[in-house]
């Protein structure tokens, strides 16, 4: 019922602000998710999307099968549409649905479109004639499949990333892949081709659609080795050293690598992260002539990720930007700094959400497994792994170690009054000016619009009203951000080290990190006393 509601109010909306909405049409796509009991599937919702549309006579743009989903901010652009949805609920658990919303510009909706819609949606609380009546998607003129020449457009666009096609047609890697029952697989399959690999080995079990993810507790590739179990056995299996995981939606990407000592590593994103923001820059730089000027090069992060790529942009001078936690901060800005003439070569956040090149406005999982992929290839050639590659990174722009995790908490009192007693402190309007035995140096809280780094002591990102962050930079170059996650019961916690590349003691490093956390939980979060639940996978 919501689904219908949130299209008639995203119609009064829509209808307002472009003229020409009935010429240039609507995009809807979804992924592989239902349930049986209720009958819900994405594909089902997807319809009635299209149906509350088409009964206004308004041109849909509807998938006729699932596709990821960053094809559909690629399709809105492509296609010219004024705006495009996504039915998909991403890695949650089998029993959430959901959907994201794109404007014409290929990025997911920021103020104040997020508000205007829902005030709209507030004043349609009625179905409209014709508004569940899904046999229009069978009927209307007004109805198109996009899927055959966006996915074309999509997989020619992704040549321009790749740097090393002949490369990779030799390459004696082997890659596993797995789509964790979602849409993945088939989309995977075509971008390896397209980059001259050979088609990387399915997880059996896990390469078609599943709406019960029955192989796996969590479909969150990024809960870790927990999780990658069967891609792991099989890799080890089929002799292969590298494990791509998509999760089901195939917007975000992990990576796990065979070491030598027969171990697993699995990259967090602020690994990977480094990785891709090295790879990008230096083949970017091998493109171009030799004195080709970096100032018009630009790599983005949310303000929760590493502070990697700002140590790569200081020391090869390009231009570093971060964002409010969430791609559509990302793709927002993304969008802003090409109007200006700006290049764009990378763009991530920590939750494995990576945007190689511009093509599609949103992390991209598809794109991201084949980068990788050839990355590794090219690394191959060298005899280097990508853990050893990562040390090289490290050594040269300095060691970033990061941790990342959450508690639970259930009470929304209780999170309000974590986050309003660090505001008050030891007294009133006053932040603490230690954490434990560690002095901090500077404290930011957007949910204020308090920086005291700034000679206003004005935030320079956005105010973010409707969540709690407040960011830590300590004087031992430790950066840790307290926040609330948008769509579930959290507080996370983001802790980083930042090191200098002449500080090489990783072990001393990570001890300093590990104290530093352990008392940021028990002086600010103090989880006993707040009755905090601890992450468990």
Not at 31 to 36: A, E, I, K, S, Y
Not at 334 to 350: R, W, Y
């Amino acid at each position: 019922m919501f689904c219908v509601y949130l299209l008639q109010g995203m119609y009064k909306y829509l209808e307002r602000c472009f003229s020409d909405f009935k010429q240039r049409g609507f995009v809807v796509g979804y992924d592989t998710r239902g349930q049986v009991t209720s009958s819900c599937s994405s594909q089902r919702l997807a319809k009635l999307t299209a149906a509350v549309l088409l009964a206004r006579d308004v041109p849909v743009y509807l998938f006729s099968r699932y596709v990821p989903t960053p094809f559909v901010p690629y399709a809105v652009q492509e296609l010219k549409a004024v705006a495009g949805v996504m039915i998909t609920a991403s890695h949650n658990r089998k029993e959430d649905n959901g959907y994201k919303v794109y404007w014409e510009t290929g990025a997911q909706i920021t103020s104040p479109h997020d508000k205007e819609i829902l005030k709209c949606i507030e004043e349609c609380v009625e179905p409209w004639n014709g508004s569940w009546n899904d046999n229009l998607v069978d009927t209307s003129p007004l109805k198109r499949d996009p899927l055959q020449d966006i996915c074309r457009r999509y997989m020619e666009d992704l040549k321009k990333i790749c740097f090393h096609r002949e490369l990779n047609s030799k390459t004696s890697l082997k890659f596993v892949h797995t789509s964790f029952h979602g849409v993945g697989h088939d989309y995977v399959q075509l971008a390896f081709q397209v980059f001259g690999f050979k088609p990387p080995i399915p997880v059996p079990e896990q390469k078609d659609p599943d709406p019960d993810f029955s192989t796996v507790k969590c479909p969150n590739p990024e809960e870790g080795e927990s999780v990658l179990e069967l891609s792991l056995r099989l890799a080890e299996k089929e002799n292969a050293r590298i494990v791509l995981a998509t999760d089901p939606d195939a917007d975000r990407l992990a990576v796990a690598e065979l070491q030598e000592n027969g171990h697993w590593k699995v990259f967090t994103g602020n690994e990977l992260a480094a990785l891709f923001g090295w790879w990008m820059f230096d083949c970017w730089k091998k493109s171009k002539s030799r004195n080709a000027d970096a100032k018009n090069i630009y790599m983005l992060a949310t303000t929760v990720s590493s502070k990697i790529l700002k140590a790569l942009a200081l020391k090869e001078g390009f231009h570093f930007e971060e964002t409010l936690p969430g791609f559509k901060w990302i793709g927002s800005r993304i969008k802003d700094l090409l109007e200006n003439g700006k290049e764009v070569l990378f763009a991530f956040e920590e939750s494995i959400g990576f945007l190689c090149g511009t093509s599609v406005l949103d992390k991209d999982g598809v794109s991201a497994a084949v980068v990788v992929a050839e990355m590794a290839s090219y690394l191959e050639t060298m005899n280097i792994t990508l853990k050893q590659q990562l040390i090289k990174i490290y050594e040269k722009y300095g060691y970033h170690i990061s941790k990342t995790s959450y508690f639970l908490c259930y009470d929304p009192t209780t999170i309000k009054n974590i986050f309003e007693r660090l505001r008050n402190f030891d007294s009133p309007k006053e932040y603490p000016k230690f954490c434990g035995a560690f002095a901090i140096l500077h404290i930011r809280d957007v949910t204020t619009g308090y920086d005291s780094s700034q000679p206003n002591k004005k935030s320079v990102l956005p105010v973010s009203k409707n969540s709690q962050m407040i960011t830590f930079t300590f004087q031992n170059g430790c950066v840790a951000t307290l926040r609330t996650s948008g769509t579930e019961p959290k507080i996370k916690y983001y802790a980083e080290m930042c090191a200098s590349p002449d500080q090489s003691d990783t072990a001393l490093l990570e001890e300093e990190l590990k104290k530093l956390i352990e008392a940021l939980i028990e002086n600010f979060l103090e989880p006993s006393k707040n009755g905090l639940i601890w992450r468990s996978v």
